[in-house]
């Protein structure tokens, strides 16, 4: 946290685990806004609450303005925003924390949703490719390793998108990976891979109907 240096007007979102009210004070000052979640046992005061606008979204049920007590004798004071969010997705009740008393409520929570998204990223990739090891010992080569990872992540993705068959990630990429080296269509293969290979079978009959060694077609293929 401490190495964090943004611009002024600048947005940053993380986890409840990172608490630091000395910090957040600090982001205060300078006009940079945080979005976090407020920790369980977090100690505050209560000091304003805001009414809830009748076009809000009905998952915010309450805004206020809160005081948090830091310092070795607790005597500074940390002036932020508690958000209490109900999310019917997940069934739960989630408090968020912000210094920013211009944004909606709905936007403060959907910013650390946005935050979320990330973390699936880095799930994904971790799940899927070999990031568990690295084949080189420098900077450079752990930095291309990590690089082709996350375009392989976002070409699958991309494909994935544009498919009517609905693929698991994790299974798309292991299909895929099967078959790196035979020349496919791609689209075609992943809506319907039985019929896509009875496709390449057929044209391989047709390619080597003449041929005067048919029982070694597809040698040099």
Same mark, same amino acid.
């Given at each position: 946290?401490?190495?964090?240096?943004?611009?002024?007007?600048?947005?940053?979102?993380?986890?409840?685990?990172?608490?630091?009210?000395?910090?957040?004070?600090?982001?205060?000052?300078?006009?940079?806004?945080?979005?976090?979640?407020?920790?369980?046992?977090?100690?505050?005061?209560?000091r304003k609450e805001f009414d809830i606008?009748?076009?809000?979204?009905?998952?915010?049920?309450?805004?206020?303005?809160?005081?948090?007590?830091?310092?070795?004798?607790?005597?500074?004071?940390?002036?932020?925003?508690?958000?209490? =969010?109900?999310?019917?997705? !997940?069934?739960?009740?989630? +408090?968020? @924390?912000?210094?920013?008393?211009? /944004?909606?409520?709905?936007? %403060?929570?959907?910013?650390?949703?946005?935050?979320?998204?990330?973390?699936?990223?880095?799930?994904?990739?971790?799940?899927?490719?070999?990031?568990? =090891?690295?084949?080189?010992? !420098?900077?450079?080569?752990? +930095?291309? @390793?990590?690089?082709?990872?996350? /375009?392989?992540?976002?070409? %699958?993705?991309?494909?994935?998108?544009?498919?009517?068959?609905?693929?698991?990630?994790?299974?798309?990429?292991?299909?895929?990976?099967?078959?790196?080296?035979?020349?496919?269509?791609?689209?075609?293969?992943? +809506?319907?891979?039985?019929?896509?290979?009875?496709?390449?079978?057929?044209?391989?009959?047709?390619?080597?109907?003449?041929?005067?060694?048919?029982?070694?077609?597809?040698?040099?293929?």
């Open positions: 946290m401490s190495e964090v240096n943004l611009p002024k007007g600048s947005i940053i979102t993380f986890d409840k685990a990172y608490v630091d009210y000395a910090r957040y004070q600090e982001f205060s000052e300078s006009e940079i806004w945080y979005v976090t979640r407020l920790k369980i046992n977090a100690l505050y005061t209560a606008p009748d076009e809000a979204d009905p998952g915010v049920l309450k805004d206020e303005i809160i005081e948090l007590q830091y310092g070795e004798k607790k005597e500074k004071v940390h002036k932020a925003r508690r958000i209490a =969010y109900w999310d019917d997705t !997940n069934n739960r009740l989630f +408090e968020f @924390q912000t210094n920013n008393l211009k /944004l909606p409520a709905e936007t %403060i929570a959907l910013i650390y949703k946005k935050r979320w998204q990330i973390e699936t990223l880095f799930k994904q990739l971790k799940q899927n490719f070999p990031l568990k =090891y690295f084949l080189g010992d !420098n900077v450079n080569a752990i +930095e291309i @390793q990590i690089w082709a990872a996350m /375009l392989a992540n976002l070409l %699958i993705s991309l494909v994935k998108s544009k498919l009517k068959h609905n693929w698991a990630f994790s299974n798309m990429v292991s299909i895929i990976r099967q078959q790196l080296m035979d020349y496919i269509n791609i689209y075609r293969f992943l +809506e319907d891979p039985e019929k896509a290979w009875r496709s390449i079978i057929n044209e391989n009959d047709l390619k080597y109907q003449n041929t005067l060694f048919p029982e070694i077609r597809g040698a040099y293929s």
